[in-house]
């Protein structure tokens, strides 16, 4: 089975769940012996900033940070993929953006060039800076096809919404079936004020492709009901957890005090992960129990609003923001927190939590999100209800039982979600597409 | 007591005794609420007529027309808890009114347990003795029998209950699970002598057929459905020549709860009396009948605690997992602060809050298998009862500190007096009675 893979970003560069949702599949479908070639967007500058350096045929990959400051990169070695073989599109689309936010970022491109250059107009590159998000995702797909057209391969896996065009375009092109991930869909992202165009090319994928694979029921359930797909069409994977293990991690100094308990955040702060519901609860929280702080790791288009609102709500001193956080840090965060808290509104999935079982962290939930699906030994609560979250806050961190009975559950609960089994569920589905197209 | 001599073939006594109670379910309670109303009224009330409506109700009438209709040759027990009492009272009247004319009838004989369902015998020996003779009284006061028999919750036992309860005096016999692991080879079809005991006399659960009726009746996928009466009574008769009893103990929801009506279950038990007299040899006995008919058997060493519960059959429902036991020892660490404060509405509360059903919710055994623990759990999850609990605890302990320590002089006499029954055989109820005072 060979695979035209969509995706987004690799390990150590990731923003989010998206990121490592295709790693942590595209891993696992490796081990299965399923060839992938892996198509990614990357920004090719000029050889006098950083650059991005790929090499094919998956022995070992080599991989600069874009953002890094020095000209020197560092080859970043990511284990093993035997079957994986990468090709890059040069596209500043990543996950996660909007058409204001690519605006922003295209800006921020061009005027750090004109700083380097000192010139206006002229760039080395073969990025188009002309259009706005749409045109990047249409130009995205014209790109693809003309890869695919030197790539062998029996199916195509595309992955959130800014892919399916090009997948849509590869499928057309070649023949071949589509299979379209729903990671996220518009009414998570947007709640009923959903952006019109995006919601018309996710409708476009979903329907031009032969399968549809959503991350939960939750997801799949939305797929059905507001995108009009038939419902023997979409099947549900859910997502893995890539096992980092219980490493002796030393944390280092912090300005946090040992005893005081660290109640985390850990997600992209924007209105669909509930931060303000969080801060409320933090703030109802600290009414009974004072030695607690409440950390936001991540980053997002709420976090000024966030930062402002602690303040407003009075607990400023109590609640620290991290900004975005990768890599080592991300274990080292869930190493101190004694509770893990996603208040989303509405959550696809939801990877961090498991990610915090693995952690030995307790976890509460918001029921509705896609996690809670597969998970029994959580807390759940309804995003909204601001004091039930602040009571089971208060009960982790006032009753030792209860976070030693979620932990030691939980953590033996989250084993059984394993890349594993998403990978050889979505290969069924390859054959299953197969089937269909008459393949 | 009749003289018996152990015949060859011998006679099947069918002795049924039904296990009756509901407990007071708690509010949602957070961490943030200081309301000292820590029940569900309504929801207890709902829960309570419901039951009434499908259970209670028609099978107590359905008792009470076939002990009419066999004049006296078809007997049951009942244990009713004293919980279960007071909702009745408040909710469901009427089934006092049936449960009372069941007891006019002679043919029933009231068990006697401790009054909140609790696990005090575990925790607070003394408490249990209060409990105890509290649900004697209450019995008596509504039914005008007096129990002799006695079972512990949820059939918890061992061999310091055994001892515990014949040094009371008052008791003839008790009741416990016959599994497997206490009787190795021998049968629970007989009468037995509790280790360490003279006097008293120990009833074997038969879970075998006791399950039958009360689990697998309705399961089609079990190898004997449908299960009807002539076939079970043939089961009952092939005990004859092996055994003198055959102990049928269990829910009284069997009867249209556990089991539906749809089932057939109330149609079994309405042809079950008749199918089993068809035997001359057989007869039901009430567990009080059946101590004073047959001798017994051997000696049953049981030193470690048993229960009727799950497959383990022993304490892990309730006490499994870290929250339960910390939930159950902070409770218990409360007794005589809440004793001390005088404050009856505080020790009823406090007493309610031991019904076992509290810490069964909690129980994280077979939480992600989603089973029959589950389906009588009134919270979304075990942590959800756990937390629920420990904020109600937590404002029982705020509600005796705001009351002075001194105990009044009348409850440490009868604690006293209480004591004194209880000494006689149990050196280790000294010892825990010298913790608690």
């Not at chain 1, 020095?70 to 990468?86: E, I």
Request: charged share 20%; net charge neutral; aromatic share 10%.
């Amino acid at each position: 089975m060979r695979v035209f893979m969509l995706g987004w970003e690799f390990p150590p560069f990731i923003s989010g769940g998206l990121g490592t949702a295709c790693y942590g599949l595209t891993k696992a479908l490796d081990e299965m012996g399923v060839q992938i070639t892996f198509v990614l967007p990357t920004v090719v500058q000029s050889k006098y900033a950083t650059h991005v350096k790929l090499v094919s045929h998956g022995t070992h990959v080599e991989l600069a940070s874009p953002t890094m400051q020095q000209s020197v990169h560092t080859p970043v070695k990511v284990q093993q993929l035997k079957n994986v073989v990468f090709r890059t599109i040069s596209s500043p689309l990543q996950p996660y953006l909007t058409a204001n936010s690519y605006q922003q970022k295209i800006e921020e491109s061009i005027s750090k060039m004109q700083a380097s250059h000192g010139r206006a107009g002229k760039f080395a590159g073969t990025l188009d800076y002309s259009g706005d998000m749409y045109t990047e995702v249409q130009r995205y797909a014209d790109l693809a096809v003309r890869l695919a057209a030197n790539e062998q391969f029996d199916v195509i896996h595309a992955h959130d919404w800014m892919t399916y065009p090009a997948g849509a375009a590869v499928a057309r092109a070649t023949g071949k079936p589509l299979v379209v991930h729903v990671h996220s869909t518009e009414f998570d992202r947007s709640g009923e004020h959903v952006n019109q165009m995006i919601y018309d090319i996710e409708r476009m994928g979903m329907h031009a492709a032969d399968r549809v694979i959503a991350v939960s029921y939750l997801t799949r359930s939305i797929v059905i009901s507001r995108y009009g797909i038939s419902g023997d069409k979409v099947e549900v994977v859910y997502n893995g957890v890539e096992r980092n293990g219980n490493s002796n991690l030393l944390v280092g100094n912090t300005t946090i005090k040992k005893d005081e308990k660290i109640v985390l955040f850990l997600g992209r702060i924007t209105m669909q992960k509930g931060p303000d519901y969080f801060l409320r609860a933090a703030k109802k929280v600290l009414e009974k129990i004072d030695n607690v702080r409440f950390v936001m790791a991540g980053s997002g288009d709420m976090m000024h609003r966030a930062v402002e609102m602690a303040a407003e709500l009075g607990i400023g001193s109590k609640v620290l923001f991290t900004g975005f956080l990768r890599g080592e840090d991300v274990n080292k965060i869930f190493k101190m927190a004694d509770l893990y808290v996603m208040p989303s509104v509405s959550e696809p999935f939801g990877i961090a939590p498991l990610e915090a079982l693995d952690n030995d962290v307790p976890i509460i939930i918001s029921k509705q999100s896609g996690v809670s699906e597969v998970i029994t030994h959580a807390l759940k609560v309804d995003f909204w209800d601001v004091d039930e979250i602040a009571n089971k806050i208060v009960a982790v961190l006032k009753y030792p039982p209860l976070g030693v009975t979620l932990r030691s559950h939980g953590n033996y609960e989250v084993r059984k979600l394993r890349w594993k089994d998403s990978a050889a569920r979505c290969a069924k589905i390859y054959e299953e597409a197969l089937v269909g197209a008459g393949v | 007591m009749t003289n018996q001599s152990i015949r060859t073939k011998g006679m099947a006594s069918v002795c049924f005794y039904f296990q009756v109670h509901q407990p007071t379910r708690l509010r949602h309670y957070t961490v943030f609420d200081n309301n000292i109303n820590y029940f569900d009224d309504r929801k207890n009330a709902e829960i309570c007529r419901k039951v009434a409506n499908k259970c209670y109700l028609p099978a107590n009438r359905l008792i009470l027309d076939l002990i009419r209709k066999y004049d006296g040759r078809f007997k049951v027990a009942y244990s009713v808890t004293g919980v279960l009492l007071e909702q009745l009272e408040a909710y469901s009247p009427e089934v006092l009114s049936t449960f009372d004319a069941l007891a006019r009838t002679g043919c029933v004989e009231f068990l006697a347990e401790t009054y909140y369902h609790s696990l005090s015998f575990l925790y607070s020996r003394n408490e249990f003795a209060a409990q105890v003779n509290k649900h004697v009284q209450r019995i008596q006061e509504l039914f005008g029998q007096t129990p002799r028999v006695f079972r512990n919750t949820e059939l918890i036992y061992n061999n310091d209950l055994a001892s515990l309860i014949e040094s009371m005096g008052c008791f003839d016999a008790v009741i416990s699970e016959g599994a497997d692991h206490i009787l190795g080879y021998r049968s629970p079809n007989f009468v037995y002598t509790p280790k360490g005991c003279n006097r008293l006399r120990l009833l074997l659960k038969n879970y075998s057929l006791s399950d039958d009726i009360a689990f697998r009746f309705s399961n089609r996928d079990w190898s004997q459905w449908p299960l009807t009466a002539d076939k079970f009574s043939h089961w009952v008769n092939r005990v004859n020549g092996n055994g003198f009893v055959v102990n049928l103990f269990m829910d009284y929801e069997t009867f249209g709860e556990h089991q539906w009506e749809e089932t057939g279950i109330f149609d079994f038990m309405r042809h079950l009396p008749e199918e089993i007299l068809r035997h001359p040899d057989n007869n039901f006995k009430t567990p009080s009948e059946v101590v004073k008919t047959y001798q017994p058997m051997g000696v049953v060493d049981v030193p470690h605690l048993i229960s009727w519960a799950d497959t383990e059959r022993d304490l892990s429902a309730w006490l499994g997992n870290a929250m339960q036991s910390n939930a159950i020892h902070e409770l218990y660490r409360l007794e005589k602060k809440i004793k001390g404060s005088g404050d009856q509405n505080l020790i009823n509360d406090w007493r309610k809050m031991q019904t076992s059903d509290h810490f069964y919710y909690m129980c994280t055994k077979y939480f992600a298998d989603g089973d029959v623990h589950k389906y009588f759990n009134p919270y979304d999850s075990p942590y959800d009862s756990y937390i629920n609990f420990m904020n109600i605890l937590g404002n029982l302990h705020l509600r005796c500190v705001k009351h002075p320590p001194a105990a009044p002089v009348g409850q440490v006499a009868q604690n006293a007096e209480l004591l004194t029954v209880v000494r006689q055989d149990s050196p280790q109820v000294d010892a825990v009675a010298a913790e608690i005072f």
